[in-house]
C-alpha cells in the first residue's frame, strides 16, 4: 500500500473517531430524547458548534506542536472534548457518594479534560492508535445509535392533531380577543391555605374586580402539564386504549398539539382567528412550533434544552458559579419566565389582526424558585421537577411576586382590550408531598388534592358567566369558551376524569392510572 494512501488512510480513522468522541453525548441526549424534541434541529447545531471547536482546538494544537502528526493531534482533541462531555456522569457518581467539591470541580474537570488531551500526545505515538480509538468510539456511540433506529416506526413522527376531524364550527355570535394565560404549578386557594397557611384572598378579590369569576372548586385532569394542556387543548382526554386498559397518548403526539395543532385552535382559525404562541422562559415544552408565524418570544436566554446539553459540561456550573461570586444572579443566561415578559410583550401581541387567540404559558410559579416576594432574583437550581418541600416558603415568596405580576398584567389588557374574554388558569398543583417518587397506585386523597386543585379564573362575556360553575375542571375549558362564542348551550360533554401519569424520569412512564371523581375533594 502506497504511504501517501496509508497516511489518508489513518487520517480518516482518526477524523472519524474524533467525530464521534466529540459528539457522543450530544447523540446520547438526542437517543434519550426523542420523544420530547419536536425535531433534531437544535442538537444538531450544538453537534456542529462542538465540531467547529474542536477544529479550533486542532488547529491550536498544530501551532503550538508543529511537527506533531495531524492525526495525533484530531484524536488527542477527541479524547479531551470526550472528557469535557463526560461531567455529568461525574457529578452524578460524586452525588451518589456524597462526595463534594464545590465551585472548583468544574474547574478541575477542566483541567481533568486537558490532562488527557496532554497525555493522549505523549502516549499515542503509534498509528494503529486511530483503529483502536475508532473501535472504542463506535462502541460508545452503539446503544444510542441502536436506540434511534429501532425507534417503532409508528412513533417516528407525531400525529398533527389540526388534520382530525373537528366539530364544524357554529356561527360566532361574538369574536373577542381571547386570552389563555397559564400559571404553571399555581395552586388552588383552599389548598394555600391549607399546605402552605398562606392566605390569597387578596389576589383572588382582585381577579374578581377585574371581572373573572373564580372557580373555587376546579381540578385539572393530569398531574403532569404536556398530558394537561394538550387535553385542555383538544378538549378530550389525551389517552388511547392499550388491550383492556389505557395509556396515554405518548409524547411525539402531545407536542405538536401543545404547540398549536389542536382542535381549539383548529376551530378557532376557521372562525376567523389568528393564533398567537407566546414562548416564555425555561420550558422548553411551551417553545414555539418551528412553523408558527406569529410567535412572540419572551426574555431570550438558556431554556431547559439547552441546560440539559451544556450541564454535560462543566459550562453550567461555571457560568452560576461566576454569578453567585458576583452577586448578581440576574445577568446569569437562563431565560426565567416570569410573567412580567409576557406584560412586556402585550404591545407586540395586540399589534395582531383581531380577533386573536394567544396561549402564553408562564413557567412561574413552578421551580425552579428564582424569585423573592419583591420579584427580586434569587440563586437558582434549574430544575424543572425540584419540588422540595423544605423550599415551600420560597415557594410561597415566588407566588407573591407572580400575584404582583400578574395583577399588573391583567391591568394593562383589560384597559386596552375591555372586552377580552380572558383564561387564567394554572395546568396542575403544587407537589410538595413528593407525590413523584412514589408509585402512581399509592398516591394519597390528600397528594391527589394537592397536585390537581387548579386556579380556574375566567373573564367571560355578561351573557354566559353563569355557565362556569365551581367544579368545572381544565377538560371543559374550551367548549364553555365556544358556547361563549356562538351564544350555543354548554354542558359538560365529557364526564370528569383524573389521571395520574408519571414523568418521563420514571420507571412506569408511559402508564397512567386512574382515580375515581370521588377520592377528589
Keep these: 500500500m502506497p504511504m501517501a494512501r496509508r497516511d489518508v488512510l489513518i487520517l480518516a480513522r482518526a477524523a472519524l473517531a474524533t467525530t464521534i468522541l466529540s459528539t457522543t453525548a450530544l447523540l446520547d441526549f438526542y437517543a434519550s430524547n426523542m420523544a420530547e424534541l419536536a425535531s433534531p434541529v437544535r442538537v444538531l447545531h450544538y453537534a456542529a458548534a462542538t465540531l467547529a471547536m474542536v477544529a479550533i482546538c486542532v488547529g491550536g494544537v498544530k501551532l503550538l506542536l508543529p511537527r506533531l502528526p495531524l492525526w495525533c493531534a484530531l484524536l488527542a482533541t477527541g479524547l479531551m472534548a470526550f472528557m469535557f462531555f463526560s461531567y455529568h456522569e461525574l457529578v452524578v457518581v460524586l452525588r451518589a457518594s456524597e462526595v463534594h467539591f464545590g465551585a472548583s470541580l468544574p474547574v478541575v474537570w477542566m483541567v481533568v479534560s486537558v490532562t488527557v488531551g496532554a497525555l493522549a500526545v505523549a502516549f499515542l505515538r503509534q498509528p494503529g ?89 376546579s381540578r385539572s385532569n393530569f398531574p403532569a402539564t404536556v398530558n ?58 411551551t417553545e414555539c412550533d418551528a412553523a408558527e408565524p406569529r410567535c412572540v418570544r419572551g426574555n431570550l436566554g438558556l ?33 426565567w419566565g416570569g410573567v412580567a415578559d409576557l406584560t412586556a410583550k402585550i404591545d407586540v401581541i395586540r399589534r395582531t389582526p383581531s380577533p386573536f387567540f394567544v396561549y402564553a404559558h408562564v413557567l412561574a410559579p413552578h421551580p425552579p ?3 423573592r416576594a419583591d420579584c427580586s432574583f434569587r440563586p437558582a437550581d434549574l430544575d424543572l421537577e425540584r419540588w422540595n418541600a423544605l423550599a415551600r416558603p420560597a415557594f410561597i415568596e415566588q407566588l407573591e411576586c407572580v400575584n404582583t405580576q400578574t395583577k399588573a398584567l391583567l391591568q394593562e389588557i383589560v384597559q386596552a382590550d375591555a372586552g377580552a ?14 407525590q413523584f417518587k412514589k408509585p402512581p397506585t399509592e398516591w394519597t386523597e390528600a397528594d391527589l388534592h394537592e397536585r ?17 360553575t365551581p367544579d368545572l375542571t381544565l377538560v371543559d375549558t374550551f367548549p364553555l369558551v365556544f358556547a361563549c362564542l356562538t351564544g350555543g348551550d354548554f354542558a359538560r ?20 392510572v386512574e382515580y375515581k371523581a370521588d377520592l377528589f375533594r
Aim: charged share 20%; proline share 6%.
Design 421 to 434: 374574554l380572558i383564561i387564567l388558569q394554572s395546568d396542575h398543583g403544587t407537589a410538595f408531598r413528593n
Design 129 to 217: 492508535a486511530s483503529s483502536i480509538l475508532l473501535a472504542l468510539s463506535l462502541a460508545f456511540a452503539a446503544p444510542a445509535l441502536l436506540r434511534i433506529v429501532t425507534v417503532p416506526a409508528g412513533e417516528q413522527q407525531a400525529r398533527a392533531a389540526s388534520h382530525e376531524p373537528v366539530a364544524a364550527a357554529a356561527s360566532n355570535r361574538i369574536s373577542p380577543n381571547i386570552y389563555w394565560i397559564v400559571l404553571d404549578g399555581y395552586p388552588r386557594q383552599d389548598v394555600l391555605r391549607e399546605e402552605f397557611g398562606f392566605d390569597n384572598s387578596d389576589f383572588i378579590g382582585s381577579l374578581t374586580s377585574f371581572g373573572f369569576t373564580v372557580l373555587d372548586q
Design 493 to 512: 360533554h365529557l364526564p370528569p376524569r383524573f389521571f395520574v401519569t408519571p414523568y418521563d424520569d420514571s420507571q412506569d412512564f408511559g402508564h397512567l
Design 228 to 285: 394537561s394542556i394538550s387535553s385542555t387543548l383538544n378538549m378530550d382526554y389525551t389517552v388511547r386504549p392499550n388491550g383492556e386498559g389505557i395509556e396515554p397518548l405518548p409524547l411525539k403526539d402531545m407536542y405538536p398539539i401543545v404547540r398549536g395543532q389542536s382542535r381549539t385552535v383548529t376551530r378557532l382559525k376557521s372562525a376567523g382567528y389568528h393564533y398567537v404562541h407566546f414562548e416564555n422562559g425555561y420550558d422548553y415544552l
Design 303 to 335: 431554556d431547559e434544552l439547552d441546560t440539559a446539553i451544556l450541564s454535560n459540561t462543566p459550562i453550567i456550573d461555571l457560568v452560576v458559579d461566576w454569578e453567585k461570586l458576583k452577586g448578581r444572579f440576574y445577568e446569569a443566561p437562563f431565560a
Design 452 to 468: 390537581f386543585a387548579n386556579l380556574n379564573a375566567l373573564r367571560l362575556p355578561e351573557h354566559c358567566r353563569t355557565l362556569a
Design 369 to 371: 424558585i428564582r424569585f
